[in-house]
């Protein structure tokens, strides 16, 4: 089996989120796929690396401030044709309805469990290859 290297944009405002989310990804969560990650701390960044890289998956802070993941998941599906799957990340279970307006393909709580986290991007990345 041939290893797939996958592109993660982590988005916060917050650098210490940013290596939690790194950390709970891994750089292998799935047998056949590595991770490679880029950063981004504010809207901008965001938008300057998906134009400018192949981004294969957005995991975007929902309590980062200003802009929050929820609100640049939305912009960038708006925007896009091409927009990446986006997983947003979540305090409140209550606010898992601004992730499905926000458009988000998959919804991850704070702290994040890093057996959940690595699952879910795994799958994420599965099922938007094949598409």
């Excluded at 192949?54 to 912009?75: C, K, N, T, Y």
């Excluded at 409140?92 to 307006?101: E, G, K, N, P, V």
């Amino acid at each position: 089996m041939s290893e797939r290297l996958c592109t993660v944009l982590l988005y916060s405002d917050d650098a210490q989120v940013r290596d939690r989310m790194r950390l709970a990804v891994g750089t292998r969560p799935a047998p056949g796929l590595k991770i490679e990650f880029v950063e981004a701390s504010d809207y901008f960044g965001c938008v300057r690396l998906v134009d400018d890289y192949e981004i294969d998956l957005m995991l975007l802070d929902g309590e980062a401030s200003p802009g929050g993941g929820l609100g640049i998941a939305r912009q960038i599906k708006d925007d896009r044709e091409d927009a990446p799957p986006t997983c947003v990340v979540i305090a409140r279970a209550a606010d898992r309805w601004l992730a499905s307006y926000a458009q988000a393909d998959g919804v991850l709580m704070h702290p994040l469990d890093p057996v959940t986290t690595g699952t879910t991007v795994a799958e994420l990345l599965r099922t938007h290859a094949a598409a």
